[in-house]
């Protein structure tokens, strides 16, 4: 439901940009002001929401978290996830590429929007497919998605194969984003789960700061096919990394 809202946004941007495209800076503002109007209403709608209140039965346990009780496993996982992250910058970079190689405004945005599309149309039923089959097959896939799809990125010159590389990172998205989350809770101890999810959700936000800053010096540095190059040798070896450290799930 959140990328179908993300589908919707950027339609009504596209439309936005090509109904004001005499005025490129006056459509943008409108863009972001229009989004101040969801956001709004996001916020409004959540104090509707109630939540069912549980008494505590007995004494309350001391909230402690130590490294060293969570699986041998969980721990590589984390490690190596975040090790990935560090050559996994900002989509920003992506539709950058896209324009440097000579798309509009407009024409990157529809690129953007086939991503949210398929990833839309590959969330759900990668999630169900995980529950069934197991985590690792498709986070490794994943993975390898997310390695081909960027090197892809710096290899392509033409600017309609944009089409199927944006296609196949939403795929990326959508077979690793939900299953990341799920297999981290199954790894995790019954009484640290959301610990680690937390802790998960923490490696990730503080590996994509450096990431984007190293791409873009990459980028300026190096041209602008290195940032891809690393970030597709990082999803390879993030692809077969995930396979060994998850052995046997």
Do not use: C
């Not at 589908?7 to 409108?30: E, K």
């Not at 995980?130 to 390695?147: A, E, M, N, P, T």
């Not at 936000?205 to 597709?232: C, D, E, R, T, V």
């Amino acid at each position: 439901m959140d990328t179908l809202g993300a589908i919707v946004g950027v339609l009504i941007a596209y439309f936005l940009i090509t109904s004001f495209s005499r005025d490129a800076a006056g459509a943008l503002r409108r863009i972001f002001l229009f989004s101040l109007i969801p956001a709004f209403l996001g916020i409004l709608f959540l104090f509707f929401v109630k939540e069912k209140k549980s008494e505590p039965k007995g004494d309350t346990e001391k909230l402690e978290f130590k490294w060293s009780t969570l699986d041998k496993k969980l721990r590589l996982f984390l490690i190596f996830t975040f090790i990935f992250t560090l050559g996994n910058s900002s989509n920003q970079f992506l539709l950058l590429r896209a324009k440097n190689l000579g798309g509009s405004v407009p024409q990157v945005i529809l690129f953007y929007l086939v991503f949210n599309i398929i990833y839309f149309l590959s969330s759900y039923p990668a999630s169900y497919l995980s529950d069934k089959i197991g985590r690792k097959k498709l986070l490794v896939l994943g993975y390898l998605f997310y390695g081909l799809v960027y090197l892809g990125f710096a290899l392509n010159q033409s600017l309609n194969m944009f089409w199927f590389l944006f296609g196949v990172y939403g795929l990326y998205i959508g077979f690793t984003e939900g299953v990341e989350k799920a297999l981290v809770a199954d790894i995790a101890p019954l009484n640290l789960r959301a610990t680690a999810i937390g802790l998960h959700a923490t490696l990730v936000g503080i590996g994509l700061l450096p990431a984007s800053l190293f791409a873009g010096l990459l980028w300026k540095f190096l041209g602008a096919a290195a940032p891809f190059y690393f970030g597709g040798i990082m999803g390879i070896i993030a692809s077969v990394g995930f396979w060994f450290i998850l052995k046997g799930i």
